[in-house]
């Protein structure tokens, strides 16, 4: 801990440096990045890090649960379980044996738009996990005996996850009143119904339709060159045929939302009630330019910690919540929600708590952010990016989820310019443009005490 | 309107009669239906009407809005108006001057389950309507020339039937929220900016997957003797190939609603705010034995007419409501929706009306209905059954709508029988079971009054 806080202190002096040296605000922060692609159509981005002798290889495949047929839900995220089942090869725990005794670590995350599995490693192993990687791109086996299993360890996921979670069935259940029509309405994890049909066959035909080298991109932050990373790729990823059905994604888009949506979910295991909007916004990939900048600076403001407009107004000065804020996360391929949550103090209605809610996002409507409160923003959320470039996997995970969603390497490394030319008057705009509750959704998480709340949870 | 009058009478005359006997409670009414199916899988119903010398010939598709392909919400509708644009043989408008020329009349319409077409002719016309039927169902020409003016049609009818009509507008938005993961929650006329990029190739594709003699049932109301039409059936019908790719109609399922739901629609073209609500209920296809039939005497009890419980508390005795009543649809392929709705008295907020509906539905969940009630309401649905017999368009409908959607010719031939066997406390289960606010969502349609309706609009 106290290393991270000297690493942090560092990271704001230098960042101070270049917030008050605009002739370098449009200079990239950080190591050159290298991004390549083979011929094959596999890309790849190479983030040099040598403070250690190890390495961040990630493989992002450009699918996800928005991806999914009707009917499929839950889909993509079982085949990211079932792409640890083995190959000719390798078999089944093999790898995971071999980064175990290196001392390595390895995961995988499924989300809307991507899947993506990675290995942190020492540097002398990354060609050991790309021919891993390499291998089980198109050379998965999967039987009965392995999918059959695997699909029980989904539903216990979704249980725990989800269904025993009551703060995840209300986010679902917002997601699900808040798109109308897109895929992403659809729980990643899936409706449960669908999930316990979900058959060898889906995945294979899913495997088969989306994992190629031209529709992912493989990520490397740690010790080593991209001339070698380019190299150890074309010796592995480089034998893998190119794909030559990979459509772009096309999802059917949302309609203009027109009505205000709320929503009540009563779980016998809530403890604390909760109240939590979701609106309907561009993301960066479909936002004019600077428009999603504008929003992630009016998240910021409106909610990112206690001196936030949410946190001051509803738990400091009133107080009539103990906690409250916003979110919003520009990474999506297709729209995006922001978010705004608030738990009540103890003897607060919900509706009261949303009413005093709606007051201070009025308030940023109608009179929008200071000068002061804009730039002491800006500072946080870029000192917030570089120390997030502190962590290999964050840095990583930065570039990859961007690349996934539409944005490129050069939009990454210029984030912190655009979010410096954003005005107290683009804040403003993007409050009264997107926080117009026609775009939401609100859901009331609350205890159920009903007789038969027992049996229906 | 005298003769009906009469015909209503006797009616009920003949109805007494059949309800007074309990002996005759297994025999269904009316004249004997004919069921049969062609050698290529086309069903035929052929229900004999020799009052008059004409026929209703409907053609009915089994594939309606619910099996469209996301993002191609509105193709099963533009398809049926595709479907009068011609072929080889019978080029645009050539039918229907020879059904125009002769006094008949012609139509289609297309719900999320069927797509139905039909002309009422002289019944010496009824192999020219079936040899036109049959042209049509695989001889169809289209080019961008026709299809292109013909999607500004459907756009203006959506303009038109929805987007101008705020009752429809609330309409979607409640079926959008209702509807989770089931197509049922898109519109049947289609999300206005997908309709807007609806092409040939997918009106042509769809028609090749969909329209086929197995896919399809012809149902002929009329002066026809069951033999006569096969026989005209075989000559015409008869020489169409079997298409060998129909699959049976499976479409994403509802998970359990779980989470209570209310929507806020504010136009400024509204002059009556209206309180709707819609349950996710059973269709008569998807409940088991005896729920839908309930459900049916459920919604006649709360919420059809004058005498009606809602209609009654609401609109008589206190009032709150200038309009209240209550709906069901049992023909649905998959589930269906129980409506509930009130137009509230001037000075009576939408929340004081949906308060007061929801004290007369917790009264049927907690006491029942009387006896007597259920007798009037058995009573008044088999009338309202038998009169709608008399109509032979509205007849053939109703075959035609309960084949596409499950049932059989026995199922709707012994509907009366169903309803009898109704008793008060299955009555009583299905207000239990489905009138749970969990299962719902509830809209409220409100003026918009604010400076920017206008532009919104």
Redesign the interface.
């Known amino acids: 801990m106290p290393l991270k806080r000297i690493n942090s202190a560092a990271a704001i002096a230098v960042l101070a440096a270049a917030l008050a040296t605009p002739s370098l605000a449009a200079e990239p922060a950080g190591a050159p990045v290298a991004d390549f692609t083979l011929a094959n159509g596999l890309e790849l981005v190479v983030i040099p890090d040598h403070r250690a002798p190890v390495v961040t290889h990630m493989i992002w495949y450009k699918v996800g649960a928005a991806d999914e047929t ?2 499929k ?1 839950g889909l993509a995220h079982f085949l990211e379980h079932l792409m640890f089942k083995g190959t000719a090869k390798n078999p089944t725990g093999h790898f995971s044996q071999v980064v175990a005794s290196v001392g390595g670590q390895e995961n995988a995350f499924t989300t809307n738009d991507y899947t993506a599995f990675y290995q942190r490693v020492p540097s002398e192993k990354l060609k050991t996990a790309m021919e891993f990687e390499a291998d089980r791109m198109t050379g998965l086996q999967l039987t009965d005996q392995v999918v059959l299993p695997e699909r029980d360890v989904i539903l216990e996921e979704q249980n725990q996850r989800v269904a025993n979670n009551p703060r995840a ?2 986010g679902e ?1 917002i997601d ?2 808040l798109f ?2 897109h ?1 992403y ?2 729980p990643v994890i899936g ?4 999930m316990e049909q979900l058959s060898r066959d889906d995945a294979i035909g899913f495997y088969r339709r989306f994992y190629a080298p031209n529709d992912a991109v493989v990520v490397i932050a740690g010790d080593v060159e991209p001339e070698t990373a380019r190299k150890l790729a074309e010796e592995t990823y480089g034998k893998v045929a190119r794909h030559n059905n990979i459509l772009p994604r ?4 949302e ?1 203009p939302p ?9 779980d016998p295991r809530v403890e604390q009630p909760v109240m939590q909007r979701a609106y309907l916004v561009p993301s960066f990939h479909t936002a004019k330019p600077g428009q999603s900048e504008a929003i992630e600076v009016l998240a910021h403001i409106l909610g990112s910690g206690s001196n936030s407009r949410l946190y001051r107004a509803l738990v400091v000065d009133k107080p009539v919540a103990v906690m409250a804020g916003a979110s919003y996360d520009s990474f999506a391929f297709d729209m995006s929600k922001f978010g705004v949550f608030g738990v009540p103090h103890p003897g607060v209605s919900l509706p009261q708590l949303e009413t005093e809610t709606d007051t201070v996002i009025a308030n940023v409507i109608a009179h929008g952010v200071s000068a002061e409160e804009l730039e002491r923003a800006k500072f946080r959320m870029i000192a917030d990016a570089v120390y997030a470039q502190d962590n290999q996997v964050s840095m990583a995970r930065w570039y990859g989820s961007a690349i996934m969603t539409g944005a490129t390497v050069n939009d990454v490394r210029h984030w912190p310019d655009r979010i410096r030319e954003v005005t107290v008057e683009q804040v403003q705009d993007a409050a009264r443009q997107w926080l117009d509750k ?1 775009r939401s959704v609100t ?1 009331y998480l609350i205890k159920d005490v009903s007789p038969q709340a027992e049996k229906k949870s």
């Open positions: 009707a009917g839900s069935r209300l259940q699900a009143a109308l029509n895929p309405g659809k409706w449960r119904h669908e096309q999802r059917p888009q309609p027109v009505a205000v949506r709320s929503l009540t979910l009563a026609q859901g």
